[in-house]
């Protein structure tokens, strides 16, 4: 018996059940596997109290599926027991939440709003990812709103596959689909963070500080610095059954090898998430611009569902900086519109920085930054999974329930 609500995965079931109109109360006893795995599965169901970015979530129990559902307005309570942290179980944990209208039969809607990001490289009309989902399960999907659409299926590192669409600017694209409880998260954005040796997935804004942190898509997967170490941009290969990966970092003009998620290389970054639904997350990290320095740089590492590439925003607090994407070793590149490319393939990958200004490359180590110094830019982390152009439309997500 188990049951799962939201990203959480629950081993045991519901001891006792009630329900009040379309109010579902349960009590249940929480039991992990080590006291890193019970502190995830609290955050995880903590993380859904008032959860702005997921107003609706799936609730599966083995026991009794005529409860499979979505549900809003979650509120849960988790006590705390001496032993908790050596036995690993909390007993009596409580969780009530409201069936939204149909329930078992929820319907979803995506708005996207693409425009041409702001370029220096005359690029007008990018094709841009606008639609993503997973048809396997979707007993309904409309892409009515999306019509002029281009259609491909790409394999996930769960093996699941989800249909990418990707269209030219657009301020008012939607789509709409239903999907039942158990596979609403196939190719959905994901934060994780590192505790022990085992990656949790993060429900919510809240977050540990100094956590190492990594976000994905499924398809894509980028990783913070551990340490002095850099950071990894890695690809989903589904014939080898395996996440590829890279080593990358940030080229600042300071002099300092800024790893992913730190302001130097050995300083840890102040960490927030910005966003954290199933169509886009955000991470926010804010540190030194070099180690001693009181400026601080702001760098915000956004993915949306079935992207191709990380967005990186940046400013600092006062001083003015070059700043951009690099290798961690010394990489041969290729001079490319809008940025450099790696001329070597890596496990049948090569990956594309891109800097929307006029920029400065080097490409015998493999960087590209702004060439004038400023306080403020833009670049992105990208794989060749198709044309380099999906970056330059800026695209914003929303999805949320909707009654059919």
């Not at 079931?13 to 929480?30: A, C, E, H, Q, Y």
């Not at 220096?120 to 999306?146: E, K, N, R």
Request: proline content about 3%; some cysteine; glycine content about 10%.
């Amino acid at each position: 018996m188990s049951f799962t609500l939201g990203r959480a995965s629950l081993s045991t079931s519901p001891k006792t059940i009630n329900v009040d109109g379309r109010r579902v109360s349960f009590t249940f006893d929480l039991v992990a596997t080590s006291a890193d795995h019970l502190a995830a599965l609290r955050q995880q169901l903590s993380g859904l109290v008032g959860n702005g970015d997921e107003t609706a979530v799936p609730f599966t129990w083995s026991e009794d599926a005529s409860l499979d559902g979505f549900y809003t307005d979650v509120q849960v309570t988790i006590p705390s027991t001496p032993v908790m942290l050596v036995s690993y179980f909390i007993q009596d944990c409580t969780v009530s939440m409201t069936q939204v209208t149909g329930f078992a039969n929820a319907y979803f809607e995506v708005t996207t709003t693409a425009l041409t990001r702001t370029n220096s490289h005359t690029i007008t009309s990018p094709s841009c990812v606008q639609v993503a989902g997973y048809l396997g399960s979707m007993d309904a999907f409309d892409w009515s709103g999306m019509r002029t659409a281009t259609f491909t299926t790409r394999t996930l590192s769960d093996g699941n596959a989800i249909t990418i669409g990707k269209a030219n600017p657009n301020p008012d694209n939607t789509f709409r689909f239903s999907a039942v409880p158990a596979s609403f998260y196939v190719g959905a954005c994901t934060v994780e963070v590192l505790d022990g040796s085992t990656w949790y997935t993060v429900v919510g804004r809240n977050v540990a500080r100094n956590a190492v942190w990594r976000i994905s898509n499924g398809l894509i997967r980028f990783t913070s610095a551990q340490g002095a170490t850099s950071g990894t941009f890695e690809v989903w290969d589904n014939t080898a059954q395996a996440w590829e990966s890279q080593n990358i970092r940030h080229y600042i003009s300071t002099g300092s090898i800024n790893g992913i998620g730190r302001g130097n290389g050995t300083t840890q970054g102040f960490l927030t998430i910005v966003r954290n639904g199933p169509e886009t997350v955000s991470v926010q990290c804010v540190a030194p611009v070099s180690a001693g320095s009181a400026d601080s740089l702001t760098v915000v590492y956004t993915l949306n569902r079935g992207a191709a590439h990380v967005a990186v925003s940046w400013a600092t607090s006062g001083a003015s900086v070059s700043f951009g994407p690099m290798f961690t070793a010394a990489t041969g590149c290729t001079a490319s519109t809008g940025g450099i490319t790696q001329t070597t393939a890596v496990d049948g990958n090569k990956l594309l920085f891109l800097v929307p200004v006029a920029s400065t490359t080097d490409l015998v180590n493999g960087a590209v930054y702004n060439t004038t110094t400023s306080p403020i830019g833009q670049h992105a982390f990208m794989v060749d999974a198709g044309t380099y152009t999906e970056y330059y439309g800026a695209v914003a997500w929303r999805q949320r329930v909707v009654v059919k």
